[in-house]
């Protein structure tokens, strides 16, 4: 596994160690990439802050609770609206952001008399919500607020109300990922154990590492509620914070982004013995093996095995529809943190692409054995990568779609590489059986899209009659077999454009308790 | 795909490494009770002995193995045919090999932080 040095990285030649290509017959003691270490300044890394690991992936995903930035506008704006973490509450918390909007004046004299004023004000537009997060910013931070006396002495004055208070400035951590560390720890240690929710079934997880982008906290919990399992809680994804609170009365922590949020269960492994299993709620194999493990541990894998044997009657004809018209096709799978490892291999194994390279952001050397481990040989795996980086990479590579964010995404466009949002996604939601093959109909909608033939005629010498216009169904069956074209099987996706909606007016089955806990 | 090439060791790892992730935890002592009773009670299922499976811990490992177990005898079918004493020593060699990747081997220097 060589490393890989960068022909643009050459005046860096620190970067060698962050790159790594798998060799054939290789594996993880031959070599790994660097990992979580500070970002090299000028790199123009693709890296966030500590405060937007902290706020924007983990804390604001929470439906009912008023999240206060103390700090500039700035910090607050370009964290609003930005991630698709629904809600059932009419999203609430994707509508409204609120600030302290602190100024130079504030810097200069002090913000605590602005943040208390916020606080009040934010609490009294918004009477119905009794819950609020307050994040610390780089500015704040420097001058030393301490906003955690301010939310006491808010609490003291309005006793229905509870505050959270996390310190986690901007420059707390190499990235994001000191962030969700910060958060994590955070939450456990001031608000875990201080609240009981009620408890409604004999089969109680948190669901953990899960931000209910697109609506995947939704499919994931329609299975759940099928098998009669109670989510106590979802950190945090359509999550609410006094059922955070309770995350101590679970009997089992179901961890999917283990990046961002296997602190927390880790610490409540360790304080409260509640285990942690890690799921992949991405592919058919995966999901499938998941939902089974969770059902093993109830003792009602029955119940599991008919949501899947249901859900793969339905879909599967639907995903091996695109597999046959996605095989061989070259994928850079370039995500934050986790999903070059929940992807790598499934969508390899079930939608039959070639992943020529992994990246991560934010992501450990933990979260670079996974991608590895499941990536083929000859993938080039980058840690921590940067603009200039990633377009040497696309120019060797050639791949024929990128997953990455949308800021590397508008660059990949820019030399006609399609790609999809791996943060977002485009039609999501992506996890879930109908998700998977929502995933690969967009796969298959980037890489055929006839705009990549059409953009090239130039209108003002090409005759339109003569651009030949192919639809996506005739450049992507081209080389099929008759067989395959003739499938009265396999089938295009029919779901809706809107596949969550419908979880949130569904009728559940009711399962009879056969013990009660004491709170229920 | 499952390469029915390679030896029945590398088949056996190679399949982990794929598909589970109960091998990557973030801390050596973590993984090392990881391995050790995800790895432990597959044999055990594998060889029809008895598993613990009365603590949650004990129960989440079992889980896993349940599904690494009944994994390995769809996809790796001569299992199906060894002698318990020749499953054992497999398994063994097994734990010995993922313990070297994902521990003693790693070059995951995360992994000797003394605290989560």
Same mark, same amino acid.
């Given at each position: 596994m060589p490393h890989h040095l960068f022909k643009c990285s050459e005046c860096i030649p620190e970067r060698e160690k962050h790159a790594v290509i798998k060799g054939e017959g290789e594996d993880l003691s031959d070599a790994l990439p660097l990992?979580?270490?500070?970002?090299?300044?000028?790199?123009?890394?693709?890296?966030?802050?500590?405060?937007?690991?902290?706020?924007?992936?983990?804390?604001?995903?929470?439906?009912?609770?008023?999240?206060?930035?103390?700090?500039?506008?700035?910090?607050?704006y370009d964290t609003w609206q930005t991630k698709r973490y629904i809600s059932d509450n009419d999203n609430f918390q994707i509508?409204?952001?609120?600030?302290?909007?602190?100024?130079?004046?504030?810097?200069?004299?002090?913000?605590?008399?602005?943040?208390?004023?916020?606080?009040?004000?934010?609490?009294?537009?918004?009477?119905?919500? %009794? #819950? *609020?997060? $307050?994040?610390?910013?780089?500015?704040?931070?420097?001058? !030393?607020?301490?906003?955690?006396?301010?939310?006491?002495?808010?609490?003291?004055?309005?006793?229905?109300?509870?505050?959270?208070?996390?310190?986690?400035?901007?420059?707390?951590?190499?990235?994001?990922?000191?962030?969700?560390?910060?958060?994590?720890?955070?939450?456990?240690?001031?608000?875990?154990?201080?609240?009981?929710?009620?408890?409604?079934?004999?089969?109680?997880?948190?669901?953990?590492?899960?931000?209910?982008?697109q609506g995947d906290?939704?499919?994931?919990?329609?299975?759940? %509620? #099928? *098998?009669? $399992?109670?989510?106590?809680?979802?950190?945090?994804?359509? !999550?609410?914070?006094?059922?955070?609170?309770?995350?101590?009365?679970?009997?089992?922590?179901?961890?999917?982004?283990?990046?961002?949020?296997?602190?927390i269960c880790n610490e409540l492994r360790q304080r409260y013995g509640i285990p942690r299993l890690d799921i992949d709620g991405f592919g058919f194999k995966a999901l499938a093996d998941s939902l089974r493990k969770i059902g093993l541990f109830f003792g009602i894998e029955d119940r599991a095995q008919a949501i899947i044997d249901e859900e793969v009657a339905r879909w599967k004809p639907e995903l091996d529809w695109y597999k046959e018209r996605l095989k061989g096709k070259k994928v850079c799978l370039w995500p934050g943190g986790s999903k070059l490892w929940h992807w790598a291999h499934a969508i390899h194994e079930e939608m039959g692409v070639e992943v020529v390279s992994v990246y991560t952001k934010f992501g450990h050397q933990g979260d670079m054995e996974k991608g590895i481990a499941r990536c083929e040989s000859g993938a080039l795996a980058i840690d921590d990568p940067n603009e200039l980086e990633s377009l040497e990479a696309m120019r060797t590579l050639k791949p024929d779609v990128i997953f990455t964010g949308k800021r590397p995404g508008e660059f990949a466009k820019k030399v006609g590489v399609p790609y999809l949002n791996a943060h977002a996604y485009h039609n999501g939601p992506y996890k879930g059986f109908e998700g998977w093959v929502r995933f690969a109909r967009d796969i298959y909608n980037a890489i055929y899209s006839p705009v990549h033939q059409?953009?090239?005629?130039?209108?003002?010498?090409?005759?339109?009659?003569?651009?030949?216009?192919?639809?996506?169904?005739?450049?992507?069956?081209?080389?099929?077999?008759?067989?395959?074209?003739?499938?009265?099987?396999?089938?295009?996706?029919?779901?809706?454009?809107?596949?969550?909606?419908?979880?949130?007016?569904?009728?559940?089955?009711?399962?009879?308790r056969t013990k009660k806990a004491a709170n229920s | 795909m499952i390469d029915q090439g390679k030896t029945q060791l590398n088949q056996l790892t190679d399949y982990i490494m794929k598909n589970c992730l109960w091998q990557f935890h973030s801390r050596v002592w973590d993984r090392e009770r990881q391995n050790e009773g995800i790895l432990t009670k597959t044999m055990q299922l594998l060889c029809g002995e008895p598993v613990e499976k009365e603590t949650p811990a004990d129960k989440c490992y079992w889980?896993?193995?349940?599904?690494?177990?009944?994994?390995?005898?769809?996809?790796?079918?001569?299992?199906?045919?060894?002698?318990?004493e020749d499953i054992k020593t497999l398994m063994k060699e097994l734990k010995e090999r993922i313990d070297f990747l994902t521990i003693t081997g790693s070059l995951n220097a995360e992994l000797k932080d003394p605290r989560y």
């Open positions: 990992g979580y270490l500070n970002t090299i300044p000028g790199t123009i890394s693709e890296r966030g802050c500590a405060y937007c690991g902290a706020k924007h992936v983990i804390g604001t995903p929470m439906k009912d609770v008023i999240h206060m930035s103390h700090g500039p506008i700035g910090c607050t509508k409204n952001t609120f600030a302290t909007d602190v100024k130079e004046k504030h810097i200069v004299f002090g913000a605590e008399k602005v943040l208390r004023d916020n606080i009040k004000e934010a609490f009294k537009a918004f009477p119905n919500i %009794k #819950r *609020m997060t $307050i994040y610390q910013t780089c500015g704040t931070a420097l001058i !030393g607020d301490d906003i955690e006396a301010v939310a006491k002495d808010v609490m003291e004055e309005m006793p229905d109300v509870d505050i959270f208070v996390c310190n986690s400035p901007g420059f707390a951590g190499p990235s994001q990922s000191g962030g969700h560390h910060k958060i994590n720890i955070g939450w456990v240690n001031n608000k875990v154990g201080t609240y009981e929710p009620e408890i409604t079934s004999d089969y109680v997880i948190n669901y953990v590492g899960e931000y209910n982008i906290q939704e499919v994931m919990q329609d299975y759940f %509620k #099928r *098998m009669g $399992i109670q989510i106590l809680s979802t950190f945090t994804g359509n !999550g609410s914070y006094d059922n955070l609170r309770g995350m101590h009365l679970a009997h089992l922590n179901v961890l999917e982004c283990a990046r961002s949020a296997e602190y059409l953009a090239l005629v130039d209108i003002t010498k090409d005759e339109i009659a003569d651009t030949n216009f192919l639809t996506q169904n005739l450049i992507s069956d081209k080389d099929l077999s008759e067989e395959v074209k003739n499938s009265t099987t396999l089938r295009e996706y029919t779901g809706n454009y809107d596949s969550v909606s419908q979880f949130r007016t569904k009728e559940y089955p009711e399962f009879e | 889980v896993d193995a349940v599904c690494l177990a009944d994994a390995y005898k769809e996809n790796f079918t001569w299992i199906n045919d060894m002698e318990k």
